[in-house]
């Protein structure tokens, strides 16, 4: 099993440009979220989905957009990126009934 | 913000030793979590305590879990090298995880 694939790994844009981040997961978890991680503050919720269909925002939802419209997938939007948004992304799944979340290895996102 | 704290910030620490790390959290939770991250790798799940226990036990780790402080805390015994990493609290209040500013662990061989 793969687990939970992110890509990216790293990138940098340009202020104003768009892009997303693609998470991909093989367990057949029903959920999924979204973390970002900045120095000192710890992981912060974006966005996270209960099922194919669902989707609820985080902590932190201005400036993303998600959607789920398979149980496998989770892409991250960034429509209109900032400087703000400069940080360490995180794709992360579990199985509801167990809580256990299982995290990819991160996108690391630079914003001049 | 509904995030944890964890306390201390930074622990370094000789091989051998306990190391012992401690969060604090803001709301009622279904359960407590713990993750240990590597540097420039995702993070991995440790051990999970449901709100209504006091105190788990897995391999080298022992959480300890007061929803009456709203707190936990993460003893690592008998320390090695290999444990140098970062290591967040997790709360659940349902279908939201909230993280812990994290305790930089550093074990010195």
């Known amino acids: 099993n793969a687990g939970v694939t992110q890509t990216p790994k790293f990138q940098v844009l340009k202020t104003g440009q768009s892009m997303t981040l693609q998470c991909a997961q093989d367990?057949?978890?029903?959920?999924m979220s979204w973390y970002r991680q900045d120095p000192g503050m710890g992981l912060r919720l974006i966005h996270y989905?209960?099922?194919?269909?669902?989707?609820d925002q985080g902590e932190v939802p201005n400036g993303y957009n998600v959607s789920r419209s398979t149980t496998e997938d989770f892409p991250l939007r960034l429509l209109s990126a900032a400087p703000s948004q400069t940080s360490v992304y995180f794709c992360?799944?579990?199985?509801?009934?167990?809580?256990?979340?299982?995290f990819g290895e991160g996108s690391r996102l630079t914003v001049l | 913000s509904q995030q944890g704290e964890e306390d201390p910030q930074a622990l370094s620490i000789q091989e051998g030793e306990n190391a012992t790390m401690n969060c604090s959290y803001k709301?009622?939770?279904?359960?407590l979590q713990w993750y240990r991250q590597n540097s420039g790798r995702g993070l991995v799940h440790l051990i999970l305590?449901?709100?209504?226990?006091r105190e788990k036990h897995s391999g080298r780790l022992r959480v300890t879990l007061d929803t009456s402080k709203k707190s936990s805390s993460l003893l690592i015994t008998a320390s090695r090298a290999a444990d140098t990493a970062s290591y967040f609290c997790?709360?659940?209040?349902?279908?939201?995880?909230?993280f812990g500013t994290g305790t930089s662990l550093t074990v010195i061989p």
């Open positions: 992360a799944s579990c199985q509801l009934n167990t809580g256990e979340l299982f």
């Open positions: 367990m057949n978890h029903e959920y």
């Open positions: 989905s209960v099922g194919a269909g669902i989707t």
């Open positions: 709301t009622s939770i279904n359960n």
């Open positions: 305590i449901r709100s209504n226990e």
């Open positions: 997790a709360t659940d209040t349902g279908n939201q995880f909230y």
